[in-house]
């Protein structure tokens, strides 16, 4: 017991300090700020599923949905427009609009985990899409969808709470995504790696032309790779074609 509380502080010190390295790094042009992990989460979390206690895990994911409804985009162009297109292909509980069968018991998830950074590229024109795995994407960072979800909630993968999901799924990362799964708090996609708790799907890439009227997405969906075309009508974004890539 003393040896793994060791190594779970140990852990909790490597990943604020990474965490603080990298917002030091992506940051350098703001006022500085420091960045300190709250461990209490992490502890809540753990202490939820030991336990047994989803009083304890509702409250940890009030929480972690209390500082999400805090976050705003930016009110620049280019985020508005990868906002919109974000939100038209964004749909991680109606698998209808990608062509797949419906899947009604998704509908009982009571939270999203959504990424707060989205890859994209802008370019002369789209005649080469499938050489998306192979370019350099620009990035922006705190970035904050808000995409329809239904009845569920919005989470963006946040300090603290990010920190504390690496840390809870370390160790019997299996066993801990079935308990979250199986009192319907979120959907955890199937992976070999059981700390991806972001729920899918997976935004790998955006791809807009320069004349802003047309884009390809790449995107992760469950196990399968899947590319969308859209088109934008006066700032109405609209998913044109979908295609599916690979199966993992």
Not at 152 to 164: C, G, N, Q, V, W
Request: proline share 4%.
């Amino acid at each position: 017991m003393k040896k793994t509380a060791i190594i779970i502080l140990t852990l909790i010190t490597l990943i604020s300090c990474r965490e603080n390295k990298n917002k030091a790094i992506n940051n350098h042009n703001r006022v500085d700020k420091k960045v300190v992990f709250d461990s209490s989460y992490y502890f809540q979390l753990n202490k939820a599923y030991t336990e047994n206690d989803t009083f304890l895990l509702s409250k940890f994911f009030k929480n972690w949905n209390k500082l999400s409804e805090q976050k705003n985009n930016n009110n620049k162009q280019l985020t508005a427009t990868i906002e919109r297109i974000f939100n038209e292909i964004y749909h991680p509980f109606e698998l209808e609009k990608y062509g797949w069968l419906p899947r009604k018991h998704y509908l009982k998830y009571k939270y999203a985990i959504l990424p707060n950074e989205i890859k994209y590229k802008i370019v002369d024109n789209l005649q080469n899409p499938d050489k998306m795995h192979s370019m350099s994407f620009d990035t922006i960072k705190d970035f904050y969808p808000n995409p329809d979800i239904g009845n569920a909630k919005r989470l963006y993968d946040i300090e603290p709470f990010s920190t504390s999901m690496k840390l809870f799924l370390n160790e019997n990362g299996f066993q801990k995504t079935f308990y979250l799964d199986t009192n319907n708090f979120i959907n955890i996609p199937m992976s070999y790696d059981w700390k991806d708790y972001r729920t899918t799907p997976e935004i790998l890439g955006i791809l807009i032309n320069k004349k802003m009227d047309s884009a390809i997405v790449n995107l992760r969906l469950i196990s399968t790779g899947v590319r969308i075309n859209l088109k934008n009508e006066n700032d109405d974004w609209k998913m044109q074609k979908v295609k599916e890539l690979w199966i993992e």
